[in-house]
């Protein structure tokens, strides 16, 4: 969920909290030339994954929801729902109230900056009424946020030109129990501008069992920002990297993800 691109502070979340719920979202990208900012405000739903309870949250609510899910209000849990439903790998997290940093991965000197910055940046609204209408349970109508409206919306916003300039084909596939699990990597991958040129399932892969992520790089020379940007995106996870194209299937991808466990 969190990673580090080129020690340098990118991408990240500002959660401004009222109270007990959040009152907005905001995805930050902070770069030299410009800072960008999506944001999503209390009162827009969104939909929600690998949840067992709903599909869809307000995001005034997800405080709530991660408490039903994890047994405590969980902003990690938020987190990875926010960079599930961008696309947008996750480097820094602030929480924010009355004006106040009242929470981040960061020092605090680092958090206010970034606030600073955030502060004097163009920010993005989501026009969320433009989103696709879903029937809820209780049979209320919402405009629902997803990963392609996102993607539609604002399609180039976060995209690294250094990935860009490498030009690897990835292949991504799915070894776990985990349904979709691929799919929802490889909209991150392209919407930071990887190339994802195929996205599958694949089996026979025991003897990297003790593994997560199991990574084939044609070379790593050429190809290493893209290859650093993927490995940080699956951190405190068990990640090998093999130099030889995998025996049991036929792959032509400059770079290859086998997806062992989530």
């Known amino acids: 969920m969190f990673y580090n691109f080129d020690d340098t502070k ?18 930050v990208s ?40 994890k047994g405590k209000v969980d902003f990690c849990w938020i987190t ?10 996750v480097e820094f997290v602030i929480l924010e109230s009355s004006n106040k ?29 433009k989103a696709d209408v879903v029937e809820l349970p209780d049979g209320t109508k919402k405009h629902i946020v997803t990963f392609n409206f996102i ?3 604002v399609p180039d916003i976060f995209k690294f030109n250094e990935v860009a300039k490498e030009q690897a084909l990835i292949e991504i ?28 399932n694949a089996s026979d892969f025991g003897e990297f069992k003790e593994y997560d992520v199991v990574i084939y790089v044609s070379d790593i020379g050429k190809f290493k920002s893209s290859y650093m940007l993927i490995k940080s995106f699956f951190v405190n996870k068990r990640i090998k990297v093999v130099s030889e194209r995998f025996k049991n299937m036929v792959t032509t991808g400059d770079i290859v993800v086998i997806l062992v466990s989530r």
């Open 101 to 129: 940093v009242v929470g981040s991965n960061y020092s605090l000197r680092e958090a206010e900056d970034i606030i600073k910055a955030v502060n004097k940046a163009k920010v993005t609204l989501l026009d969320s009424s």
């Open 30 to 69: 902070i770069s030299q030339k410009t800072n960008k900012i999506i944001k999503f405000e209390g009162s827009d739903w969104i939909q929600i994954y690998f949840s067992n309870n709903f599909d869809y949250s307000q995001v005034s609510e997800l405080t709530k929801l991660s408490l039903l899910e």
């Open 10 to 27: 990118n991408l990240g979340l500002v959660l401004k909290l009222d109270k007990e719920s959040i009152d907005s979202i905001n995805i």
């Open 151 to 153: 993607k539609e919306s």
């Open 173 to 200: 596939y799915n070894a776990s129990n985990s349904v979709g699990y691929a799919q929802f990597v490889s909209n991150k991958f392209r919407m930071i501008g990887l190339d994802v040129t195929r996205v599958g």
């Open 80 to 89: 990875e729902q926010i960079s599930l439903i961008s696309g947008i790998p």
